[in-house]
């Protein structure tokens, strides 16, 4: 006589059965309107493997999975996937956040591992790098502008031959990561300027820079020709993006559209759902304008 099935054993099939339910739903949905190009930041669903994630992105319309180092990229490739933003080198605890290219002291071991994951960048056939200002930490915010081109401009000969772009991401100093330095988009503009090169631009987190600024549509619209990238993300709490939280993305993404972008719009904010990767198609059918 069969023997039923344990409570755990139930859980664990009906689990399964709902992946590939999803999956399912998923490739045989209706197609996206093509006029927003959609990636996942990769940190937000880590506890989702990197070729499950890739399976589910793929089949909801998803062109990239992002923030991924090269060790990654066979597996992308193996999808028929790319990734629209690199992550960032680190180096003896330098590149990241907190610490990057707004210091002086840091320049010389930034300019060695940035020289390298250029060429992988470049290798792979991907075109976006990321990287960031570092923390203020006392320092001016006119001093951490002056630094950060000094050092980025070491890097440009290098990021123009093998045409990758470095975007310095725009962040909060409010909540999310304190006393970060580009976290207003004037700051990481005057960047830009300064470089005065094509491969220098912005990637505008939507979630931090409504917390910052606000007025987020108008300043799109203003600083479209700085913007590479962009991220989303609910607010507060940089949740799920639908109608629990402040921002209208949908009108956001008509704005985007409207300024003739043809970057990638990346989702990436932390579902709170136990259905993760519902919570992502829900994502990108709210971006898909």
């Given amino acids: 006589m069969r023997q039923p099935l344990s409570r755990r054993a139930l859980l664990t099939a009906t689990a399964a059965l709902s992946l590939a339910q999803r999956l399912d739903a998923a490739e045989t949905a209706p197609g996206l ?46 999808h028929g996937l790319v990734c629209a933003m690199v992550s960032n080198p680190v180096v003896e605890g330098l590149g990241g956040i ?32 990321i990287c960031f200002s570092g923390n203020r930490d006392g320092l001016s915010d006119e001093r951490g502008i002056e630094h950060c081109v000094t050092g980025l401009k070491r890097v440009m000969a290098t990021a123009e031959k093998h045409k990758v772009t470095l975007v310095m991401e725009l962040l909060n100093s409010r909540v999310d990561h304190m006393d970060y330095q580009c976290d207003r988009t004037e700051w990481g503009v005057e960047v830009c300027k300064r470089i005065a090169s094509p491969r220098m631009k912005l990637l505008f987190d939507i979630s931090p820079m409504q917390i910052m600024e606000g007025d987020v549509i108008r300043r799109i619209r203003l600083f479209k020709d700085y913007i590479a990238h962009y991220h989303t993300g609910g607010v507060p709490g940089r949740n799920e993006i639908d109608d629990t939280q402040e921002l209208n993305y949908v009108a956001v993404m008509r704005a985007i559209v409207e300024t003739g972008f043809k970057g990638y719009v990346a989702q990436e904010f932390i579902p709170k759902r136990a259905d993760k990767l519902a919570s992502l198609q829900q994502g990108v059918r709210i971006c898909d304008v």
């Fill in 33 to 78: 309107k093509g006029r927003i190009r959609h990636s996942v930041c990769r940190w937000c669903y880590g506890t989702i493997p990197l070729e499950e994630l890739c399976h589910a992105g793929k089949a909801m319309g998803l062109e990239s999975v992002e923030l991924l180092n090269p060790v990654d990229f066979p597996t992308l490739k193996k």
């Fill in 98 to 129: 907190a610490k990057a290219w707004n210091r002086l002291e840091h320049h010389d071991r930034l300019v060695a591992a940035y020289e390298q994951r250029i060429k992988e960048v470049a290798a792979a056939g991907f075109v976006n790098l």
